[in-house]
């Protein structure tokens, strides 16, 4: 023994792999475990190295702000955020001093006065809008330019004579150097956290990814132990037992890594991008990446090694069996608490006007319920076994009657096996909810924007800022001002509204040269409009006859506009009048967009949550499907002498599918179930509550989770079903 | 000769059988005839070619030459659907280490073999209870797991007759017992014949379980021999 070298011993440990169908399934989860669990270390550097590239982009653009004016190259402004298809855009007001005045990066010319620089992502957004809402385009921002390669950002350079004085604009002497005040864009505000992006990696990736390879090898538990015995009793140590072990699976685990290597090495040369994601990562951006990329490779290989090995060891201390259990009778008392728990959770997060409760109680709740639930899966399959035996009987269906006694008898085993698909659909389904969570202002701005449309729009601007004026005479055939200045004492806050007579009586309020109070409910939609998005108890109205009454000093003052035959004004329309007349714009829109803009965010955060959340869980249904496969070879093992003594081998497809599909589906549906029934309290449908967050349980993902562990288990029960039938045609009675 | 038990109505009739394994030969011209209500007992060194036998009068080896019949009906080797009924009405085998479902209740796991003939679910269950009362097998519901390890065994030959067979094989059926069981397996076994009226082919290693069979035989170089050595190789 001490003269077999370390390849000799991990070449002998590839020859006892095996062959047969275990080996093959093991050989699938291993590869797999090893696939994503590489992939998704590539990922978090991915993601890392993103957010990193994003600040020093944001840094590469921002202004080098000088409080001198006369030493000023160039003036610059955020004129603010506007929208396209509800995405934020980056609304940048910039102008040179001087003929040799520094561009930010990512920008190759001043554009021409009124006209417009835009990145690739803007220009695509708005010609999928056939908007033409920034002017005339001279320019694209380069890649080097934005914060984000899908970022939408304009450069605006003032129309020529236009009175930049209202747009605030910042003498700079040039961009990108250090300084403590940088000015981030949408796609610095907008991106992920870290910290959200590294937990969905790790939640929905990195466990179900170590849960692969812990599964797949403790698929070979049994067999393994005999073998570790025999090696022992010949002599070998553990270090050469490793070795061997190694050899058993280093085919599986560089299989998973080399196709992962590859993956990512296409990915450096071609880029990534998932519009229905809203993802762009180039391929010049993953090249810089590239040192950190090849260290997550050998280290997702690395990990996975040895996460198969010390899985190894556990398996060679205990028997499978051991770590399962045997226990044949489920236990009802917490298959019972299970709905209700789901129920008192419902109950009580609807209930509760505490925000922060509301949330204990669904946390509290979530845990409770995936302890509880592979109690009440034992319980159904308990259940099912019984109703499958008595059809079994009174048809005379053999595979009903073994199959449905086996899952009558020992129910608590089969449902320990397929527990991991029932934590795994909880805890993927968390994460999407987490992703997706959004707040009563959310719900509040689609319902405000459903029932209002576009009749009402905002913005916040000076009422003497330079150009306004114009914008008004050029959009007054469609809309109508209406000032709002609101001042709050003590808490108390007033709403002054003005506007002309003739703007007053469309909106069906009186005209009057004073102030006079509004009531809360004027009968006129876009009144209504009106007061509600003020948010003040006390409401009071002036007009004038002829022009605008003097606007009020104090407070901010907002502009609304009215669209004067009651239909929704043409955002694009009016947006693209004000960027023309006021100096960067006015960026109108309804009042709350931005949390509908935040809320799509969200969205495509719980899509991303989404996809990793069923590639965890195919991940897992796998590999608990493989343990179920094993569970029925062992089991099938005493069924092919019978089979092949009656000549009878078309049961064995039904009794595969009985044993490892069903346990599946019930764990599937019934934890697909509890992720969509435990936030029921908490979506918007169960009403507002001010502070309080909402979860937005996916109904597609829902079904996905249910449907990912039926259709593995279909497969792996269709192989093991053909597997058996060529045992039952190969068995010979000296086996 | 032929190695005949009672040659009136043979149930199991082996001519001149030869098969191999790979290229070596391991069946040279085996022949055999057991009558039903007749038992036999055929022993041999591990290799000598019972199991082959076994597979060969089961159908589930092609014999390179020779023929087997059950019950006049020649045995069809293969999986084929009619191979498959053949050897479901005509044989009942008997395992070394019973292979019963450890999920089933002693009925069930008779019944079962009874379902896979094709048996009416009542019928199926009629005759397992008939059966293992017969052979003294308490029927509850317990797990067959919960039976001794010559209940289990008393089970699996029930298992083997539900379907009324007129061969019953049995490999090694006392391979895995204690002698106090070895022996009540071995009473049963050779007690069929005369109660049921199959013919019963026991193979195995133990000659205290061989010596109750009313023939014994050995396999040697592929041929049966008697206990004393004669070649069986022609009708006697």
Redesign the interface.
């Known amino acids: 023994m001490n003269a077999i070298g370390p390849f000799a011993l991990i070449a002998i440990g590839r020859r006892l792999g095996g062959r047969g169908l275990l080996a093959r399934l093991r050989f699938v989860v291993i590869a797999l475990g090893s696939l994503l669990l590489t992939l998704s270390l590539s990922t978090l550097v991915v993601a890392h190295g993103t957010a990193q590239l994003t600040a020093e982009r944001s840094q590469a653009v921002s202004p080098e702000l000088v409080e001198d004016a006369s030493h000023a190259r160039a003036l610059y402004s955020v004129a603010g955020f506007d929208s396209v298809g509800d995405e934020p855009v980056t609304v940048l007001l910039i102008a040179p001093v001087g003929k040799d005045a520094p561009l930010p990066a990512g920008v190759n010319q001043w554009p021409r006065p009124g006209h417009a620089i835009i990145s690739p992502a803007l220009a695509d957004a708005l010609s999928a809008h056939h908007s033409r809402r920034f002017g005339p385009v001279d320019a694209i921002i380069s890649p080097e330019g934005l914060e984000r390669p899908n970022e939408l950002r304009v450069y605006l350079r003032p129309p020529a004579g236009a009175d930049t004085a209202g747009a605030e604009m910042m003498p700079v002497t040039g961009f990108g150097g250090q300084t403590d005040n940088s000015i981030h864009g949408a796609g610095f505000l907008y991106a992920a956290k870290l910290s959200q992006i590294d937990l969905m990696l790790v939640v929905c990736l990195t466990l179900p990814a170590l849960a692969c390879l812990f599964l797949g090898a403790i698929t070979a538990s049994t067999a393994m132990r005999r073998r570790s015995t025999v090696l022992s009793a010949l002599g070998a140590d553990r270090a050469r037992s490793m070795l061997i072990g190694l050899g058993e699976h280093c085919g599986a685990l560089a299989v998973g890594t080399a196709v992962a290597a590859a993956t990512v090495g296409v990915a450096t040369l071609t880029g990534i991008r998932l519009d229905v994601l809203h993802a762009d990562y180039p391929a010049a951006d993953l090249r810089t990446m590239a040192a950190p990329l090849a260290l997550a490779v050998v280290v997702g290989a690395l990990l996975a090694t040895a996460t198969v090995l010390a899985t190894r060891e556990i398996g060679r201390r205990y028997r499978t069996r051991d770590l399962l259990g045997t226990d044949d009778r489920p236990p009802m008392l917490q298959a019972v608490l299970a709905p209700c728990v789901v129920t008192a959770v419902i109950w009580l997060t609807a209930q509760s006007p505490n925000a922060a409760l509301r949330i204990y109680v669904l946390a509290l709740g979530t845990v409770a319920v995936a302890l509880l639930l592979p109690a009440l899966v034992s319980a159904v399959l308990h259940l099912i076994g019984k109703t499958l035996t008595a059809t079994g009987?009174?048809?005379?269906?053999?595979a009903l009657?073994?199959g449905g006694?086996?899952l009558?008898?020992?129910p608590t085993r089969t449902a320990r096996l397929a527990a991991g698909v029932c934590f795994a659909i909880l805890l993927l389904g968390q994460v999407q909810l987490w992703a997706s969570t959004l707040g009563a202002q959310y719900y509040a701005a689609e319902a405000g924007r459903d029932m209002y449309g576009t009749t009402v729009v905002s913005a916040t601007i000076s009422p003497t800022a330079p150009g306004l004026s114009k914008f008004l005479t050029a959009t007054a055939a469609t809309a109508a001002p209406v000032w709002e200045v609101t001042n709050v004492d003590d808490a108390f806050a007033t709403t002054h509204l003005v506007t002309t007579c003739r703007t007053a009586t469309l909106l069906g309020a009186p005209c009057s040269a004073t102030p006079e109070p509004v009531p809360p409910d004027s009968s006129h939609p876009q009144l209504d409009r009106i007061i509600q998005l003020s948010g003040s108890e006390q409401v009071t109205l002036q007009t004038s006859r002829s022009g605008l009454p003097a606007i009020p000093d104090g407070g901010g003052a907002t502009l609304d506009l009215v669209a004067r035959d009651g239909t929704d004004l043409s955002l694009d329309t009016l947006n693209r009048a004000a960027y023309a007349t006021v100096p960067g714009g006015l960026q109108l829109d309804t009042p709350e967009h931005g949390w509908i803009i935040s809320g799509e965010i969200n969205h495509n955060r719980g899509r991303w949550a989404t996809l990793y959340g069923i590639a965890g869980t195919l991940a897992i249904a796998l590999a608990t499907a493989c343990l179920l496969a094993r569970d029925a070879v062992d089991?099938g093992r005493?069924?092919i002498?019978?089979?092949?003594?009656?000549?009878?081998?078309s049961?064995l497809l039904g009794l595969a599918l009985i044993r490892t599909t069903l346990p599946l589906t019930v764990a599937g549906i019934a934890a697909a179930c509890a992720y969509y029934l435990l936030p029921a309290g908490m979506t918007v449908d169960s009403g507002l509550i001010t502070g309080a967050v909402y979860f937005n349980p996916s109904v597609g993902l829902a079904v996905a989770m249910a449907l990912v562990p039926t259709l593995v288990g279909l497969v792996i029960a269709v192989i093991v079903g053909q597997s058996q039938r060529r045992d039952?045609?190969r068995?010979?009675?000296?086996e | 000769m032929i190695a005949a038990v009672g040659l009136s109505s043979a149930a199991l009739d082996v001519e001149g059988l030869t098969a191999t394994l790979g290229r070596r030969p391991v069946l040279t011209g085996v022949d055999l005839q057991v009558a039903g209500g007749r038992s036999v007992a055929v022993m041999g060194d591990s290799g000598s070619g019972k199991s082959t036998l076994l597979n060969c009068i089961l159908g589930l080896v092609r014999p390179t030459g020779g023929s087997v019949s059950v019950c006049g009906q020649q045995v069809r080797s293969g999986l084929s659907s009619r191979a498959a009924r053949q050897r479901r009405r005509s044989v009942g085998v008997v395992f070394q280490s019973g292979h019963l479902l450890p999920e089933l209740d002693p009925v069930e796991n008779v019944a079962l073999a009874g379902l896979l003939a094709g048996l009416r679910p009542q019928d199926a269950a009629r005759r397992a209870r008939a059966l293992l009362d017969r052979l003294g097998i308490d029927c509850s519901s317990r797990s067959v797991l919960e039976y001794s390890g010559g209940e289990r065994q008393r089970i699996a030959v029930a298992r083997a007759l539900i379907n009324e067979p007129p061969l019953l094989i049995a490999d090694e059926p006392t391979g895995s017992l204690d002698p106090t069981n070895r022996d009540t397996v071995s009473d049963l076994l050779f007690t069929l014949p005369a109660t049921v009226g199959c013919a019963l082919v026991v193979v195995t290693h133990d000659p205290v379980v061989a010596s109750r069979a009313e023939s014994t035989y050995r396999l040697t170089d592929g041929r049966l021999v008697t206990e004393a050595g004669l070649t069986v190789s022609g009708r006697a």
């Open positions: 009987w009174s048809v005379g269906g053999p009657l073994t006694r086996g009558e008898r020992f089991s005493r069924v002498p019978l089979s092949a003594a009656t000549g009878r081998r049961w039952v045609a068995w010979r009675p000296d």
